[in-house]
């Protein structure tokens, strides 16, 4: 076995005991490895992963039983060790309120926006009043391959509600957010009801995956408190990811700050799996 599989072969349980998956050690002896191989450095990695990948596995197992890990995978379990950079990648946000809301500014949506700048996220912010521009929307969010779909509007625990007025169902709505989803993708749901388990029961029934999905079960809530929800979830995101463990820290979190019984939803290969659990 090489030092470098004997290395690898360490770090599940080293991630393990570490909540952050992250440790300054580990993210030495990433670096290290790379660079003794000359591998991509993390600046690299971005513009060509696949390189990446072909690079690393060149100079290890493919299969380090149980476990699999590619270049990309390793880094990205230590990056905001190694540079400091965020783990949250970029954000599609498509508002979509009453006109009403419109006119007194009360936009959750353009809010996170202006949160995600200041994080230093890539964020692309659009506003949809009909359905015809909600689904231009979605496609172009597909397209920019955004690592978290942001939707805003009104609802309640039977669908979503766009500007012009029109009623979506959640499996209309499903059908609609489809070209968007993936896996390895998140679904906010800044709608009241937007945490309801009807939305992931019709995701789920429609074959169409969100690896995690936000939101809140609450019949209402309030402008500020959807401002103050959203600014924590992004700012820990930035910090930690999509850890579980730190998500269930972040929800934690937001449902000590506000009242609105936000939780989240987690794709398991065959069914969401809620936190908070229900009491």
Known sequence: MSAIDAAIRTWPERFKSDAK???DEIACEILEIGRRE??????????????????????TRASHWPYTYSYRDAVHMVLPV?????MLDSVYILETLDPEDFFERRLDGHAANEILKILDVTAEYRIAFTKPLVERAIAEAAASKAQVLHFSSHGNGTGVFLTNGKKLSWKAFVELIKPAAGPDKALVM????????ELTTALT???????????????KVSFSDCCLAW??????LCDHGF???????TLKAINAAIDGDFVYRRWTGKKYLRFPTQK
């Open 231 to 236: 600014s924590i979830l992004y700012n820990r």
């Open 243 to 249: 850890d579980k463990p730190a998500l269930m820290t």
């Open 205 to 219: 029934a429609a074959g169409v995956v969100f690896g995690w999905v936000f939101g809140s079960t609450a019949e």
């Open 38 to 59: 000359s591998l991509e450095t993390v600046g690299q990695l971005w513009t060509d992963p696949a390189r990446c990948h072909q690079n690393w596995l060149g100079v």
């Open 190 to 197: 800044a709608t009241c009801g937007g945490g309801d388990q």
């Open 21 to 23: 998956f992250a440790t």
């Open 82 to 86: 190694v540079t400091g950079d965020a």
